[in-house]
Each structure stands twice: as structure tokens, then as C-alpha cells.
């Protein structure tokens, strides 16, 4: 794709380069397709082309590159229900609606797996925030037909030590570990980490014990990281996550034993603002392991650590040899509620959902620093920006 992309856009804008192209979600209900260019010295982000398919509230953004299909959850914020959209991803960048089901509210991330019994579908989880649930279906990845397979609802005995938000289980993340042989869910109402054993017969989830985090923390996102070239077969697993409510990244050591045996160990926790305490209001969202292989990456909304509406990005070294963790420093996010980003480990450049400035930002990733470094392009668009990804 990146290759056609290249001579198709060389032909749209002349003799212009092109960087990428990227797919952001926005709650006025848009999905837009952008190009990333650089026509002279600077670059430049420009609207390739719009869809209103993805519901009222578009959320999340999963794309399968080797087919060419970019799969949207639509959160259906103050509806009964979200829905989940297929798209079919022309040449130039348009999206066209494949499938659209409807599905239990609060759909806000996903991601695939697949069992070494099923070959000619694969699956994926969806965690749901209001639903407070977690849906799974299979997929025919090459057509981007899915069908609803499986439903996990979670209920609370009472509301957690953040009572606003920990009314009831809120699903928030989904998360496939590097065996491909479990799917974990962190829940930031119940301060769990639901943990699912994936049949590798039917591909059906089956439920083992949760994994107990610091009550009060709200686990939100998380990632997975092994040394460099072990995948399939990791001799060593590490799992980061963010706690939202509380502003932390836990570290826990990921061991294995027999078929359906994973258990964590936390050697870490620690603030998104090192030894800084967390301004008031704000709260960590994404994570993400740095292109380096030796950073974790999270973002932090609503900290205006770098101006009024500049909030931050965490940086935290996860891989000497010891393995511990270590907060290194704050670096500007160029805007107001990086919900989401995407760190395009090629290019190396990091995408940002800067939600509540309502753009799309990229910036240049600092090597040097193993750090998002220099804002490159930002675009302004219509309505709050939950999710961006590039089009890889
Ligand atoms: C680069 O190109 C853009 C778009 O064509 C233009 O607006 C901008 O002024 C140019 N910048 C420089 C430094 O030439
Ligand atoms: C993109 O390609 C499709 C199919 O070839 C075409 O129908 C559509 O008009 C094109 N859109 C743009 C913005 O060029
Ligand atoms: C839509 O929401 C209602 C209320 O929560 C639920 O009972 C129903 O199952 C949902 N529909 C689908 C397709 O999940
Ligand atoms: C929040 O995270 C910190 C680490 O920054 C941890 O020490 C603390 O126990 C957590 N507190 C609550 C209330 O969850
Ligand atoms: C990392 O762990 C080693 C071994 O336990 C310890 O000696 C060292 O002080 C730790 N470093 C940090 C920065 O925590
Ligand atoms: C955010 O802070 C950085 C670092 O100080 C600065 O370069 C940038 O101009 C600021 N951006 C905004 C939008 O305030």
C-alpha cells in the first residue's frame, strides 16, 4: 500500500513528496483520511477524504494494512447502543463501508487475535466503557465481514475508591499478549485486569482469574514488551500499564507455565510525572513501547505541563539490564488531550489525538532522546479527536 500510495500521490501533488497517510476519529461523527506531505522544507497535513459510516461517535481506530480494511468503533456516547464499521480503503485514501452491526454501547478499544485451529478467520475483542462488557467476534479478515461471537458483561458489589468513575466495571482497553495465546482487558471501574486463554481450536475466549491492581488506580491501556527478536517464542515478557485515575505505570514481570498458566509479577510503579505530583484533573492515557525498543510512552491529558491547552507526554526507560523502570522527563504533546497516539516506528514520526484541541499533530520522533520530539504538522478538524492512525 505504501508503495502505490507513493505513486498516486506523486501523481495528486505534482512532485511533492509524501510522507503517509493517517485515519483519524472524531465525535462530530467523521472519519477522515488525511496525507501527510512535504511540498517544500516543511510539512503539511491535508484532508484527503471524509466518511459519516462510523456512527454518531467514532472512538477507535484498528487497522488491517495487509488487506486494506480500517475497522471503527463507534462509542455511541449517550446512546443505547455504539456499532462497529468495516471499511474498505481505496487507493486514494477514500473509505468505503464494508459492514456496520450494532453492538453494546461504550465500544472503545480493540484488537485481533487468531487460533492456530481456525485458519480462515481470525478474531477480535472489544472493551466496552459504559456497556461495561467485552465483546468478541470472527473475522474474515481478507473480506472485513465479522459476526458477533462472544459477550462478557461484569457487574460491581459497590462503587471503588474513586466513586465517579468507578460507579460500575468500565472495560477500557484490550490488549493481545506476544504468544498471541491471551487477550487481557483492563477494567479502570473494577481495578482489574480480566485475563482470557484463547482456545486455539475455535478461537473463543475463556476466562481465568483476573489480575488485582492498586485499588483506586484505574487501569486503563496497556502493552506488552520482549527483548528484540523473540517474537512467538519470548524468553522474556514484560506488560506496562496505565492507570488513569491515579496517574501510574505499573510494571509487571509475565510468567508462563503449562497450556492456560500466565501469571505477573509488579516490579514498578510510579507517577506519569516522575517525582512532580499530578496537576489536579488531569489523567494518563495511552502507552506505547518506543520505536528503539527501550522506552514506554505515555501520554498525559489535561496537565498543561507546557502552557495552558500543552499537555505532556511521559517518557520512561523500561530496558537496561536489569529491567527496571526508570521516569525520565516530560516532553510536549503541542496541544490539549492526547487521548490517543501512534508512533510510526519507520517513518518515525508520532501521530497525536489531541482531543480536546480538536487536531491531529505529528511530530518527529527524537532518537537522541527516545522521546516525541519537534511538532512537523498539525491540522485542525471538526470535533473532538479520540483516535489516529497511520495508514501502514
Ligand atoms: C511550503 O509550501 C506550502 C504549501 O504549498 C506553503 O504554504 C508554504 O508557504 C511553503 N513554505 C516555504 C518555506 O516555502
Ligand atoms: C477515489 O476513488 C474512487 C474509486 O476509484 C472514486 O469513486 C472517488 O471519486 C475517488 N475520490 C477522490 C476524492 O478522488
Ligand atoms: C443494545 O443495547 C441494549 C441495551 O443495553 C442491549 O440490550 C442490546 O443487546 C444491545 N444490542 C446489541 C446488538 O448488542
Ligand atoms: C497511585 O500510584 C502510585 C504510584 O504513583 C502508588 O504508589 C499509589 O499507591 C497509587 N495510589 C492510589 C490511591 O491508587
Ligand atoms: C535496578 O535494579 C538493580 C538490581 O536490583 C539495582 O542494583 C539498581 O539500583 C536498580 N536501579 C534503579 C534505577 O532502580
Ligand atoms: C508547547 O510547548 C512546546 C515546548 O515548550 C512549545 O515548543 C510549543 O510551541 C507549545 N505549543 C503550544 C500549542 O502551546
Known amino acids: 500500500m505504501r508503495t502505490n500510495l507513493f505513486c498516486l500521490t506523486a501523481v495528486m501533488f505534482g512532485t511533492t513528496s509524501v510522507a503517509a497517510r493517517l ?54 456516547i449517550g446512546a443505547v447502543n455504539g ?31 487468531s487460533a492456530p485451529g481456525v485458519a480462515d478467520r481470525q478474531f477480535f475483542a472489544v472493551a466496552h466503557y459504559e456497556g461495561s462488557a467485552v465483546t468478541t467476534y470472527s473475522l474474515d479478515r481478507v473480506k472485513g465481514l465479522f459476526k458477533r461471537s462472544q459477550t462478557f458483561t461484569y457487574e460491581l458489589a459497590g ?98 507455565s503449562g497450556k492456560t498458566g500466565i501469571s505477573f509479577f509488579k516490579s514498578y510503579e510510579g507517577s506519569t510525572y516522575g517525582e512532580r505530583v499530578p496537576p489536579v484533573g488531569s489523567k494518563a492515557a495511552e502507552i506505547a513501547i518506543s520505536p528503539e525498543n527501550n522506552h514506554v510512552v505515555v501520554s498525559n491529558r489535561n496537565d498543561n505541563t507546557f502552557g495552558l491547552g500543552n499537555d505532556s507526554f511521559a517518557v520512561f526507560s523500561c530496558a537496561n539490564s536489569f529491567r527496571n523502570v526508570t521516569f525520565l522527563d516530560l516532553y510536549p504533546a503541542y496541544g ?18 489531541l482531543q480536546n484541541s480538536h487536531m491531529v499533530a505529528i511530530t518527529r520522533w527524537d532518537k537522541k532522546a527516545g522521546a516525541p520530539g519537534t511538532l512537523l504538522a498539525e491540522k485542525l478538524l471538526d470535533g473532538e479527536i479520540p483516535a489516529v492512525v497511520w495508514d501502514l
Not at 510510526?344 to 497525536?352: I, R, S
Request: hydrophobic share 35%; charged share 20%; net charge negative.
Open 159 to 256: 462503587p471503588g475508591p474513586v466513586p465517579d468513575r468507578q460507579d460500575a466495571p468500565h472495560p477500557h482497553g484490550v490488549v493481545v499478549d506476544p504468544t498471541g495465546r491471551f487477550v487481557l482487558v483492563p477494567d479502570l471501574g473494577a481495578d482489574l485486569v480480566y485475563i482470557f486463554y484463547v482456545d486455539p481450536s475455535t478461537g473463543q475466549l475463556e476466562q481465568l482469574e483476573p489480575l488485582a491492581v492498586t485499588p483506586g488506580s484505574g487501569p486503563r491501556h496497556a502493552v506488552f514488551w520482549t527483548p528484540r527478536g523473540s517474537k512467538g517464542k519470548p524468553k522474556e515478557v514484560y506488560l506496562y500499564l496505565v492507570g488513569e485515575l491515579n496517574n501510574s505505570l505499573s510494571a509487571f514481570k509475565v510468567t508462563y
Open 336 to 353: 490539549s488531550f492526547p487521548r490517543q497516539f501512534s508512533i510510526n516506528k519507520e517513518d518515525k514520526m508520532v501521530a497525536v489525538a
Open 83 to 113: 456499532s462497529l464499521t468495516s471499511f474498505k480503503v481505496l487507493k486514494n485514501g477514500t473509505l468505503t463501508k464494508i459492514e456496520h452491526l450494532e453492538t453494546l454501547t461504550g465500544a472503545v478499544q480493540s484488537e485481533m487475535y
Open 23 to 76: 485515519f483519524a476519529a472524531s465525535y462530530a461523527g467523521t472519519v477522515t483520511s488525511l496525507a501527510l506531505t512535504k511540498p517544500n522544507t516543511t510539512y503539511e497535513l491535508s484532508i484527503l477524504s471524509e466518511t459519516n459510516d462510523c456512527g454518531s461517535s467514532p472512538a477507535w481506530l484498528m487497522l488491517d494494512g495487509k488487506h486494506d480494511v480500517l475497522y471503527c468503533l463507534d462509542e455511541g
